[in-house]
């Protein structure tokens, strides 16, 4: 997925990836590995003991000032005003259309400073448009995302492999929560997420720092069955989960409330970006929206775009489709007309020019037990 005649760019993990035989695959720019052992392999390891993946390619951006929160406020569909320090939302960097140029994290550190975390193909895009919009404001908006390495633990292990490198007490940390702390002696931020639907940790660290920790969570990790995990796996897991994709699953022709994503959406909060288009639109009612699915047929996969029918005439279409791993089904997303959202409701996926039985199905496909 390069983009353009831009150079592949490496993250500080690279050679640690080649040397661990990773296949690298060139994706949103940057060059990753794919798989190291299989993505089977690694996706069965996340949901059973603990998988290790590089995410140093996301973007990181630093806004602080007087008027931080209430420019946030007017750029994101959810209430940044419910943060406190030390807590992350997921919420939505929206268009005037209500669609998304981005979902992200916003982790508050100070009562005046924040740290976004945005998609690596959008961070060009994204901090582009936190300029323009940070006209008007008492604002400072910094992409530091040169400087920082990114490492995700996720796994029932990810605890137990992650607290002898950290001083802290990581038990008490809840989930979107976070805390600046040392791990191997590196000065980090730890934060309880993930994008695979597992406990786990995202460690982010000066860039210059990624290869040492990279080298000592491994070696933490082998005796609990720690692997080393590639964007194959990411994918797989975060579908299970029902974690969108940017590109996929939203982009700026989806509205937050078509994706199924009210839940990031505060209308009550007062004015922001696109609000009005949303207010209008769940006054309305939505046309369509998006909703999970399983295919019966042994061997229907369904794919992004593939087409989804009804009585023989195209209805919506698939935005993502996989074999689930731990499930053991074909899944998928797909964005379905009104009406056709209730579970249970049945249609067909066009895969390799045969109609395949679907099903709508509650989601998330898969949910840890807490």
Not at 37 to 58: I, K, N, P, Q, Y
Not at 264 to 271: E, T, V
Not at 344 to 358: C, H, K, Q, Y
Request: overall charge neutral; charged content about 25%.
């Amino acid at each position: 997925m390069q983009t353009g005649d831009a150079p592949v760019r490496k993250t500080p993990l690279h050679a640690a990836h080649v040397a661990a035989g990773g296949r690298m695959v060139p994706f949103a720019g940057w060059e990753l590995p794919v798989q190291y052992s299989g993505t089977l392999d690694e996706h069965l390891a996340v949901r059973t003991r603990a998988g290790l993946f590089d995410v140093s390619h996301m973007g990181e951006v630093r806004v602080k000032g007087p008027e931080a929160l209430a420019y946030l406020q007017f750029v994101t569909c959810n209430d940044v005003s419910k943060l406190v320090p030390g807590r992350i939302q997921y919420t939505g960097l929206t268009t005037p259309e209500g669609t998304f140029v981005d979902d992200l994290l916003v982790y508050k550190l100070g009562e005046q400073e924040y740290f976004l975390v945005v998609n690596a193909g959008n961070t060009p895009k994204d901090v582009d448009w936190l300029h323009y919009h940070a006209k008007g404001f008492q604002v400072d908006v910094r992409d530091e995302s040169s400087q920082w390495a990114q490492l995700a633990i996720q796994g029932p292990k990810a605890v137990e492999i992650l607290q002898p490198l950290v001083r802290v007490d990581l038990a008490p940390l809840k989930y979107y929560g976070f805390l600046q702390a040392d791990v191997d002696g590196v000065p980090s931020i730890v934060s309880r997420t993930g994008y695979t639907g597992e406990d786990g940790f995202e460690v982010y660290a000066p860039a210059d720092a990624g290869p040492r920790l990279w080298d000592a969570i491994m070696s933490r990790g082998k005796e609990h069955g720690l692997l080393p995990c590639g964007l194959g796996a990411r994918d797989t897991l975060r579908l299970e989960a029902k974690m969108a994709l940017y590109g996929n699953d939203i982009d700026d022709t989806t509205t937050v409330l078509e994706a199924d994503l009210g839940w990031i959406c505060r209308l009550d909060k007062g004015d922001f970006l696109g609000r009005d288009v949303l207010v209008r639109q769940k006054a309305e009612g939505l046309k369509r929206k998006l909703v999970g699915f399983e295919t019966e047929g042994r061997g229907a996969i369904a794919r992004r775009g593939f087409r989804a029918l009804r009585d023989g005439e195209p209805v919506g279409v698939v935005t993502s489709g996989t074999f689930a791993p731990y499930l053991k089904k074909n899944i998928g997303l797909a964005y379905l007309p009104a009406g056709m959202w209730e579970a249970g409701t049945r249609f067909e996926v066009e895969i390799r020019n045969r109609l395949e039985s679907a099903v709508v199905v509650p989601t998330p496909f898969y949910r840890r037990a807490r």
